[in-house]
C-alpha cells in the first residue's frame, strides 16, 4: 500500500454515501483482470509502470501461469473526484467531501466458475459489463448480466479491445459505430428480459448519451466516455455538456460547413460520433502507426502531452510503444472508469433500499430489517459472509462478506447462522466472539478495529462455526440472510481416495477443507465408502483437485474417471394401483405415480413453486398454469428430496382416517425414496406421487413410524416401477466460437458426441461465426481438446449446465444403453446387479 494508512481507510468508511461497492464480470478473456489494474493502478496500489501486465487481481500461482482468473478477489481503492465532476452525481453525497472509496472485486469470467461471480455479487451494489467489442456479448456475459440483474445490481458497460477493432480488423469509423451500437442494444435486451424498468431500481438500460457507457482498450490503458469528448467541446461549441453528450451518439449528423445538426443526415453531414470522437482517435493511431513523425508531433502539440525523459527514445522510434504512451495520457483509463464508477453506480445507501426486502428472510418490520433498509451504523449487526478465502495458515480461512448493518468489531460477540438455521431453534447456530477483523487488499491483508456498515471486509475465526456462506448478527430474533441461487449445478463427479491407504485421514480432513474453500463444489461420502467430489465442468474438477492434492490434503491421490450424475423420472402414469402392507400386515398403502407436465420441476428449481408459499397461491398457480385440481393441489404434503426438491407428494384420498397420524412417516418415507430413486438410487426428479387411499389399523401403536416409512418407501418404489421408468441426463448448452473455415471440424465433433446445433449466426463485422449447441455432459468429457485438435486450434467452446434431458429407452430391455448405465452406476455404488423386481415391493391385496 503505497499512500494509505488504515486509518485514512476507515475514516473513508464512515462516510457511507462516499462508498461504492462493485464488481467486474465478463464473458472469459474480455479482459477484466487487466482492465482491473488501470483502477489499482489509478489508486496507487501497482507502480505505473507495471499496470496492464501485472494482473493484480490474479493471485494465486495457477492463475497467473494459465492467465485465467478463478477466484475472485477484493481491494479497495481511493479516489478523489474532481470538483467539475461532483454535479453530475444525481444521488446524496457527504456534503464538502470529494473523495471516494471503492471496494472492487475482480471475478473471473470462465463458465466453471460462476459460482464464484455469485458470491461476488451478493457483496456489491453495482457491476461494470465488460464487453470485448470484436467478439461482442457471448453466453456467459449473459448468464452474468442475469444474475446480476436478479440480485438488484446496477450494471454499466464497457466495451473492451478497442485497440484490436483498429489495429487488426481495421474497421471504418461508421462499422465501428454500428458495432457499439449493437453491442449497447444486446446488453439492454438482456437487461430488459430480466429487469423491470418500473421497479424500484429506477432505469436500468444503459445509455452512452447518459455516461454509463465506456470505450477503451484496457491492455493499452485508455478509455473514455462521451462525457469527456462533450467536455473537450463544449466551451468551443457553447453548449452544456449533458446536452451535447446528446448529440455525440445516435442518428445526429453534423455538417462542418454550414455548422449545423441533423437527425437526417445528408450531403456534407458527417455523424457526430464519428467526426467528434472517433476521428481524433484514428488521426492519432494513423499517425504514430504509420510513423508519419511530424503529423504526431503536431497532435501531441494540440493535444498538450509531454513526453518526460526516458520515453522521449519511444517519440523517435512511432509504432506501438508510442501509442500506448500516448493514449494512456490523452485518455487515461483509470481517471475515466472511476468517474464512470462513482458517478453511475449507487452507494450502499441508495442499493440497500431497494436490495434488502431480498437479501433479508425474515419480516419487513422488525430490527435487522430496517438497519439493513436504512443502512445503520447504530442497528443490530447484520452480516453476510459470501465465501471462505484460504490464509496462509494451512487449513484456516477468512470468512468474506459484506456488513449490510450495524458495525462489526474486533472481539465481539455474535451469533454465527449457518444457511439450515430456523429462528428459536438451536441447530446451525454459534455464540462467539470474532476474533479480528481485517481488510482485503488483493494480495495482502490489513488489520482494522472495526468495520461499519455498507463495507465489505474479512472476519478471523469464524471458519470453523460456517461451512460456506452464513449470517452474522447480535440481533436476537435475526432471521439469516437469503442463501445465494447458483446457475450452475454440481453435474461432474469423480471417486477420490489416498495412494497410500495411511493416508486416509488425512484425506478426509482435506475435503472438508476443500468444501469450504470454493463455494460449489460438494463433497460426499457414498454408502460403499467411495469419496466422490462434485464440480461444475471439467476445469473446475480440475483445478479442485489440484487444490486438494496441494493445498488441503498434501498427499498424493487417486482419482477416478469422472461420472456424471442422472436423475430417474417416470414416463407414464403407473399402470395398476400399487399397494403395500405394512411388516405387520396390519396398515396398507394405495399409491400412483405420474409424470409432472413439463417447465413445473423448472420452475421448483427456480423458485417459482416453494414449500414455504402460501398454499391457497400456490395452487391457484398450479391450477391455472398447469391444469392441477384446485382441491388436490391444496394438499402438497412436501417436496422432496430434501424438503425442496423438484417432485410432489400429493393427499388425493377421501374421507381416511387417522391419515394425519401417519402423515410424518409417509414425508420420511417420501424423501427417503426420492432421494434414492428405484433404477440406480440417484435422485427422483419430476413426479408427482398421489396416495389415493390408506387403511390403517385402529390402535395407535401399530402405526408407528417404523411400520409406515418402509411400507410408504416401499409402495413409492412400486409406483415408479410400474409408471414406465426413465433417466434424466445433464445437457450443456455449448457456445463455440470460431472462424468460417472451422465450422465444419466443430459438427463432426458434435455429432460423434451425440449433440446437436441449434443455432449458428456470424458475429456481424468480423469473421467470425458462432455455434450454439446442446451436448450432453456424459460426451463432454475431452470435448475441448477434441475440437481443438479437429479445427486447428482456433475453436474456443464455453460449456454451460442447461436442462435435463430425458433419456427415451425402456431400462427393462437388456439390450438398450440406458440398461448399461444404469447397470454401471449400480456396480459403482455395490448394489445388487440388475433393477429390483416388481415383487419386491408391491403386494398381493
Keep these: ?197 418500473s421497479g424500484p431500481m429506477g432505469e436500468l438500460q444503459v445509455d452512452p448519451t447518459k455516461g454509463t457507457v465506456g470505450f477503451g482498450a484496457g491492455l493499452h490503458g485508455w478509455a473514455f466516455t462521451l462525457k469527456e469528448f462533450a467536455e473537450m467541446y463544449a466551451s468551443k461549441f457553447k453548449i452544456e455538456v449533458s446536452k451535447l453528450m446528446k448529440r455525440l451518439w445516435g442518428d445526429n449528423f453534423f455538417s462542418p460547413t454550414e455548422k449545423k445538426w441533423s437527425k437526417s443526415g445528408g450531403e456534407g453531414y458527417v455523424r457526430g460520433f464519428c467526426q467528434f470522437v472517433l476521428d481524433p482517435i484514428f488521426k492519432v493511431f494513423r499517425a504514430i502507426m504509420d510513423c508519419k513523425k511530424d503529423d504526431y508531433l503536431q497532435l501531441l502539440d494540440k493535444l498538450n502531452i509531454k513526453l518526460s525523459g526516458e520515453d522521449k527514445e519511444k517519440l523517435e522510434e512511432g509504432g506501438k510503444p508510442l501509442l500506448k504512451l500516448v493514449m494512456k495520457q490523452w485518455l487515461p483509463a483509470g481517471d475515466v472508469l472511476l468517474t464512470m464508477i462513482a458517478i453511475h453506480l449507487p452507494s450502499p445507501v441508495v442499493a440497500q433500499k431497494y436490495r434488502a426486502e431480498l437479501l433479508y428472510e425474515g419480516p419487513q418490520d422488525d430490527e435487522a430489517f430496517m438497519g439493513i433498509k436504512t443502512c445503520d451504523a447504530t442497528a443490530p449487526l447484520m452480516m453476510y459472509i459470501s465465501k471462505m478465502v484460504p490464509t496462509s495458515d494451512k487449513g484456516r480461512f477468512y470468512a468474506f462478506g459484506r456488513v449490510f448493518s450495524g458495525i462489526v468489531q474486533t472481539g465481539q460477540k455474535a451469533r454465527i447462522m449457518g444457511p439450515n438455521y430456523v429462528p428459536g431453534k438451536k441447530e446451525d447456530l454459534y455464540v462467539k466472539n470474532i476474533q479480528r477483523t481485517i481488510l482485503m487488499m488483493g494480495r495482502y491483508t490489513e488489520p482494522i478495529e472495526d468495520v461499519p456498515c455498507g463495507n465489505i471486509c474479512g472476519l478471523v475465526g469464524v471458519d470453523q462455526y460456517l461451512i460456506k ?36 485421514p488425512k484425506l478426509v ?34 483445478i479442485c483437485l489440484k487444490d486438494l492434492e496441494e493445498d488441503h490434503a498434501c498427499i498424493p491421490i487417486k482419482v477416478s474417471d469422472p461420472v456424471v450424475s442422472y436423475r430417474e423420472t417416470v414416463s407414464e402414469e403407473s399402470e395398476i394401483m400399487c399397494l403395500s402392507k405394512s411388516p405387520n400386515k396390519h396398515n396398507r398403502i394405495f399409491l400412483k405415480a405420474r409424470p409432472m ?154 455429432n460423434r458426441r451425440r449433440g446437436h446445433v441449434f443455432e449458428e449466426h456470424q458475429v456481424t463485422g468480423t469473421p467470425m461465426f458462432v455455434v450454439k449447441a446442446y451436448l450432453p455432459v456424459n460426451e463432454s468429457f475431452g470435448f475441448t481438446a477434441d475440437l481443438r485438435s479437429n479445427t486447428g486450434g482456433q475453436a474456443f467452446p464455453q460449456c454451460v449446465f442447461d436442462h435435463w434431458q430425458v433419456m427415451n429407452q425402456d431400462p427393462f430391455d437388456t439390450t438398450s444403453k440406458i440398461r448399461q448405465i444404469v447397470n454401471d452406476i449400480r456396480k459403482r455404488k455395490g448394489l445388487k446387479e440388475g433393477i429390483p423386481p416388481l415383487e419386491d415391493y408391491y403386494d398381493k391385496l
Design 469 to 504: 456462506t452464513g449470517t452474522i448478527t447480535t440481533f436476537e430474533n435475526a432471521h439469516n440472510l437469503r442463501v445465494m441461487k447458483f446457475s450452475v449445478s454440481p453435474v461432474v463427479r469423480v471417486a477420490v481416495e489416498p495412494r497410500n491407504p495411511a493416508d486416509l
Design 509 to 542: 480432513e482435506g475435503l472438508k477443507r476443500l468444501a469450504k474453500s470454493d463455494p460449489m463444489v460438494q463433497c460426499i461420502i457414498e454408502e460403499s465408502g467411495e469419496h466422490i467430489v462434485a464440480g461444475a465442468g471439467e476445469l473446475h474438477l480440475e
Design 1 to 197: 500500500m503505497v499512500n494509505f494508512t488504515v486509518d485514512e481507510i476507515r475514516g473513508l468508511m464512515d462516510k457511507k454515501k462516499n462508498i461504492r461497492n462493485m464488481s467486474v464480470i465478463a464473458h472469459v478473456d474480455h479482459g477484466k483482470s487487466t482492465l482491473t489494474d488501470s483502477l489499482v493502478c489509478k489508486a496507487g496500489i501497482i507502480a505505473s509502470q507495471k499496470a496492464g501486465e501485472m494482473r493484480f487481481t490474479d493471485t494465486r500461482k495457477d492463475e497467473q501461469e494459465r492467465c485465467i482468473t478463478i477466484k475472485s478477489t477484493a481491494i479497495s481503492l481511493f479516489y478523489e473526484l474532481p470538483a467539475k465532476d461532483l454535479e453530475f452525481i444525481k444521488q446524496e453525497r457527504e456534503p464538502n467531501v470529494s473523495h471516494f472509496l471503492i471496494n472492487l472485486i475482480d471475478s473471473p469470467g470462465h463458465v466453471d466458475f460462476s459460482s464464484e461471480v455469485t458470491a461476488a455479487l451478493r457483496v456489491t451494489d453495482g457491476a461494470l459489463v465488460v464487453v470485448d467489442c470484436v467478439s461482442g456479448v457471448c453466453v456467459q456475459t449473459e448468464t452474468v448480466l442475469r444474475q446480476a440483474i436478479a440480485e438488484r445490481i446496477k450494471p454499466i458497460l464497457f466495451m473492451n479491445k478497442m485497440d484490436r477493432a483498429l489495429l487488426e480488423l481495421q474497421l471504418q469509423q461508421e462499422d465501428l459505430f454500428q458495432t457499439f451500437q449493437r453491442i449497447v442494444e444486446n446488453v439492454n435486451v438482456i437487461i430488459a428480459t430480466y429487469g423491470d424498468d
Design 597 to 750: 407436465p413439463d417447465g413445473l420441476p423448472e420452475d421448483i428449481d427456480k423458485g417459482d413453486v416453494t414449500p414455504r408459499q402460501e398454499f391457497k397461491a400456490r395452487a391457484r398457480y398450479l391450477n391455472e398454469k398447469y391444469d392441477y385440481d384446485v382441491n388436490e393441489a391444496r394438499k402438497i404434503w412436501c417436496f422432496g428430496p430434501e424438503g425442496t426438491g423438484p417432485n410432489l407428494l400429493m393427499d388425493c384420498t377421501k374421507g381416511v382416517q387417522y391419515l394425519n397420524e401417519i402423515k410424518d412417516s409417509c414425508v420420511a418415507g417420501f424423501q427417503w425414496a426420492t432421494k434414492e430413486g428405484v433404477l440406480a438410487e440417484e435422485n427422483v426428479r419430476g413426479v408427482r406421487f398421489d396416495i389415493h387411499d390408506v387403511t390403517l389399523h385402529a390402535d395407535a401403536i401399530h402405526r408407528g413410524g417404523g411400520q409406515i416409512i418402509p411400507t410408504a418407501r416401499r409402495v413409492l418404489y412400486a409406483s415408479m416401477l410400474t409408471a414406465k421408468p426413465r433417466l434424466y441426463e445433464p445437457v450443456y448448452l455449448c457456445e463455440v466460437q470460431c472462424p468460417e473455415v472451422a465450422v465444419g471440424g466443430i459438427y463432426g465433433v458434435l
